[in-house]
């Protein structure tokens, strides 16, 4: 049996679709003969409304455009869930915006996601550079689209409503753990791309080393296995001060390195003590099981939502960076 939609009722009934959503939900300022109708060719056909009928009735498509930078990532897949559960509260649906590398396709993205008519945008891609965030400004104060930065941030400005952790202070707390262990060749890896929330967890490190008076060394490398576990090889295989710590901006990162070193013979914990950036499924997969920065991202995929959803009410928003609280976990990979 076919699904009826407001398409066909408002065929059937001879009216436009607005008028089959004020039907049904602001009845009063539709004439009664129209609506009778209406609501007789609803009752005949089956039909039952969505959110995209409901918004019809304010002007609101209901309908919110979500920016990821990769679907592959296991940490934009937990965030999508945290999205997803809050904007069911509001009976708001997502439309998902994979973007590529090369600018010009972004700045092509956002204008086919601005004519959409979406009624907001949650920005997940954790690259921002000034000339990415002036356009983000640009949608918001000139296209009136609400925008929230969801698990990434421009941290030289504070007009867009932003949710993630203290990504400085948690790279910071890592090192010096590492530090307390008696680590004394620690090393960063992190990604050769320049991503924003990368340079603070950068900061963070070299803060640490400083203050202990190590030796800073720095990593970048990729997310593909094929290419970083070239890296790796290479990078320690003459090296006369061995590694004996190493903190991994992503979990996949980490997982990649710890089973490079194992084939090399090196032990983990013992020989290295390793610390992933995320909690990912990657983290309890691996083996041993990786130590890591416990991020919040289903948490912070709701209450970017939930935000975003205010912004688009009109609401005030009390704070517009949001920090939520991390934690460090222990598991296999660090003594």
Known sequence: MNKATIYNVAYAANVSLATVSRTL?????VKPETRERVLRIIKELGYKPNA??????????TTVAVIVPDMSRASVAEMLNGIAVEARKYDYSLLIYVLKSEKTEESEMLKEVVASQVDGILYLNDEINEEQ?????????????????????????NKLVTVCIDYFKAAYELTTRLIAQGRKN??????????MVNDLKEEGYLKAVKEAGLNQNIVRTSGDISVNTVHFK?????STTPIDGVIAVRDSIAVSFINTMIKEGRKIPEDISVYGFQNTKYASLSRPKLSCVDVPIID??????????????????EMKFNVLPHSIIERNTTK
């Open 25 to 29: 939900n602001n009845p009063q300022k």
């Open 52 to 61: 995209f009928a409901k918004g019809l009735a304010s002007k609101k498509s």
């Open 133 to 157: 965030y002036k356009m983000l400004n640009i949608i918001q104060d000139e296209y009136k689209v609400p925008i929230v930065l969801a698990n990434t941030l421009y941290p030289y400005d």
């Open 186 to 195: 620690i090393y960063l890896m992190t990604t050769a791309r320049k991503y």
């Open 234 to 238: 290479e990078l320690f295989k003459d």
């Open 300 to 317: 912070i995929g709701a209450k970017a939502m939930a935000l975003l959803k205010k912004e688009i009410d009109g609401e005030p928003v």
